[in-house]
């Protein structure tokens, strides 16, 4: 199953160069669950023309870059926010799988009508998660998680096409599914971790394969 991985830019003064990047450990998760990971560059003049060819049947949208449209945003990329606009556009028209990792939940989040709120004490820490009355069996799984973003879902900032599946200790939503589609979000960092975890395995199998999370 070949699934697109959207890409951070980073800015090289020297070079004058803008670079999309994307962290290896992503290669070694998806190839270790049986996935055929393509990185997506962040600059094309025909998004969906590009997904076709390279014949993506799920997307994820990585974590790194600020939403360019929050106040006090640092290294930002619009041309990052307007692919992975395009890219949801397209995935939601064709019900194509997607999962957003810490950014990625955000511009899920932002698409479908949610808002942002920022948050303290959140980067590079690891803390508890809380399981919403609604959490389906592959979020109850979560005790705890890594943390990396300044920027959070506030329980009434929720898109109305989302369902909460995780909270912090604060109340901000962790994780989310989409009502209809095979769409999830999640603020932690699965490649992050120094042994990928059966729990994000099974969570990541059951959005793009569609297979049970049951132990």
Not at 5 to 24: K, P
Not at 28 to 56: Q, S
Request: glycine share 10%.
């Amino acid at each position: 199953m070949r699934i697109g991985i959207t890409q951070r830019v980073e800015v090289v003064a020297s070079y004058g160069e803008r670079r999309d990047c994307l962290d290896q450990q992503w290669f070694l998760f998806m190839e270790a669950l049986g996935y055929t990971p393509i990185p997506i560059p962040n600059r094309l003049d025909d998004v969906r023309r590009w997904v076709r060819a390279a014949g993506i049947e799920g997307l994820i949208l990585s974590g790194g870059n600020d939403l360019t449209h929050l106040p006090g945003a640092v290294n930002t990329a619009p041309e990052r926010d307007q692919l992975e606009v395009e890219l949801l556009s397209w995935a939601h028209e064709n019900e194509v799988p997607v999962i957003g990792v810490c950014r990625g939940l955000q511009i899920m989040n932002v698409w479908l009508g949610g808002d942002l709120v920022p948050v303290e004490g959140h980067v590079a820490v690891r803390h508890p998660l809380v399981s919403s009355s609604e959490a389906k069996v592959c979020f109850q799984q979560f005790t705890e998680v890594n943390s990396y973003h300044g920027w959070g879902i506030a329980s009434n900032g929720l898109a109305g096409a989302l369902t909460p599946q995780c909270y912090s200790p604060e109340g901000h939503v962790e994780a989310f599914l989409h009502n209809r589609l095979a769409w999830a979000g999640i603020m932690w960092h699965p490649e992050r971790e120094s042994t990928f975890s059966d729990a994000d395995s099974r969570l990541f199998n059951h959005i793009l394969r569609g297979e049970a999370c049951e132990h």
